[in-house]
């Protein structure tokens, strides 16, 4: 069992930056790839980025390439996710999520690939 808790959500104005965190508890932070979702209000949930477990090897939607990143720190237990360049579409609830296993036909890109998920942190971006 994994518990993941996110935090540093908060209200930003557009152009401004937040860095969330997500912290997991137990001792095998390590074997999990870890992603951030996020979901307006509205809308579906949808990725933002992932990460493998060594932190070698990340992935991003289209529309935060260039302005999130995704980073990972093992010895903590925790996954940050730097947004920069916040735009007012970037408002939502974000979700940090822990996977055991994915592969070609379950990518970490998809929501059903994570088996943990914490509670979310709110994002808003006032324009």
């Known amino acids: 069992q994994v518990q993941l808790v996110e935090s540093g959500g908060g209200l930003v104005q557009a152009g401004g930056s937040l860095r969330l965190s997500c912290t997991a508890s137990?001792?095998?932070?390590?074997?999990?790839?870890m992603g951030w979702f996020r979901q307006a209000p509205g809308k579906e949930r949808e990725f933002v980025a992932a990460?493998?477990?060594?932190?070698?090897?990340?992935y991003y939607a289209d529309s935060v390439t260039g302005r999130f990143t995704i980073s990972r720190d093992n010895a903590r237990n925790t996954v940050y996710l730097q947004m920069n360049s916040l735009k007012p579409e970037d408002t939502a609830v974000y979700y940090c999520?822990?996977?055991?296993?994915?592969?070609?036909?379950?990518?970490?890109?998809?929501?059903?690939?994570?088996?943990?998920w914490g509670q979310g942190t709110q994002v808003t971006v006032s324009s």
């Open positions: 990460i493998n477990r060594s932190g070698g090897r990340t």
């Open positions: 137990g001792r095998t932070f390590n074997r999990y790839a």
């Open positions: 999520a822990a996977a055991a296993e994915y592969y070609s036909s379950q990518p970490l890109q998809t929501d059903r690939t994570y088996d943990y």
